[in-house]
C-alpha cells in the first residue's frame, strides 16, 4: 500500500495540477470539515479526480491532526530510540518549509514533493532510516533498501543519537534536494 499511496503522491502534481503540498495549504485554507464535502470541493472546484480528491484529504486530514499519538505507540516500548528520532525530525526540518511529516502506523513518512526519507524503530535498540538516493552506491552504513524494498533505495541503521554523524545529515540533504 505505501508503494502505491509513494506512486499517487509522486504523481500528484502532473496529474492534479499541484503537489501534496499546495492542495494542503488550498484545503487548510478552506476549512472545510466534512471528508465527503472536501472531495467534493476538490472534484468540483478543481477538476480533481476522486481518486486522487479522496486521497489528498485523507493525506491532509491526517497531517493536520495531532499526530503526537502515532509517533507515541511506535516509541512506547523503545524509549530510548525517541531522542534519535526527534534529532531526525528536527534535522529534516531545518531544510525547509516544504516538509511534510506523516506518521504512520509502525513509520514516519518524510516527503517533500515525494517521499524521501521513511523513519522506522526495526527494533528496540535500532531505528531504520530508509533514504530515497538513486544514482548513489551502496557504501558502508549506507546499505541497500533491506526490508524497505521499493520504498527506499538505501537505509541506514542508527542505535544512539550520536549515529547521526554528518554522513547521515548529508545523505538525507540529499535525498531531500532530490524529491522535487
Request: hydrophobic fraction near 40%.
Given at each position: 500500500m505505501d508503494k502505491a499511496l509513494d506512486?499517487?503522491?509522486?504523481?500528484?502534481?502532473?496529474?492534479?495540477?499541484?503537489?501534496l503540498e499546495q492542495w494542503q495549504q488550498i484545503l487548510t485554507q478552506e476549512r472545510?470539515?466534512?471528508h465527503g464535502a472536501a472531495?467534493?470541493?476538490?472534484?468540483?472546484?478543481?477538476?480533481v479526480t476522486h481518486g486522487f480528491a479522496n486521497t489528498i484529504v485523507t493525506l491532509v486530514k491526517e497531517h493536520n491532526k495531532p499526530s503526537?499519538?502515532?509517533?507515541?505507540?511506535?516509541?512506547l516500548t523503545k524509549a530510548a530510540l525517541k531522542p534519535i528520532y526527534d534529532?531526525?525530525?528536527?534535522?529534516?526540518?531545518?531544510?525547509?518549509?516544504?516538509?511534510?511529516?506523516?506518521?504512520?502506523?509502525?513509520s514516519v513518512s518524510?516527503?517533500?514533493?515525494?517521499?524521501?526519507?521513511?523513519?522506522?524503530?526495526?527494533?528496540?535498540?535500532?531505528?531504520?532510516?530508509?533514504?530515497?538516493?538513486?544514482?548513489?552506491?551502496?557504501?558502508?552504513?549506507?546499505?541497500?533498501?533491506?526490508p524497505f524494498g521499493a520504498m527506499c533505495t538505501h537505509r541506514v541503521q542508527l542505535e544512539n543519537v550520536a549515529d547521526i554523524d554528518d554522513d547521515v545529515i548529508g545523505w538525507l540533504e540529499k535525498a531531500y534536494e532530490k524529491s522535487v
Open positions: 506512486t499517487m503522491i509522486n504523481n500528484m502534481p502532473e496529474k492534479t495540477g499541484k503537489s472545510i470539515e466534512k472531495v467534493k470541493f476538490l472534484k468540483e472546484q478543481h477538476g503526537e499519538d502515532l509517533v507515541a505507540n511506535q516509541y534529532k531526525l525530525i528536527a534535522i529534516v526540518e531545518s531544510f525547509g518549509a516544504d516538509i511534510i511529516i506523516m506518521p504512520k502506523k509502525a518524510i516527503i517533500r514533493k515525494r517521499q524521501f526519507a521513511l523513519i522506522k524503530p526495526a527494533t528496540k535498540s535500532r531505528i531504520d532510516l530508509g533514504l530515497k538516493l538513486k544514482d548513489t552506491e551502496v557504501q558502508g552504513r549506507l546499505e541497500g533498501s533491506g
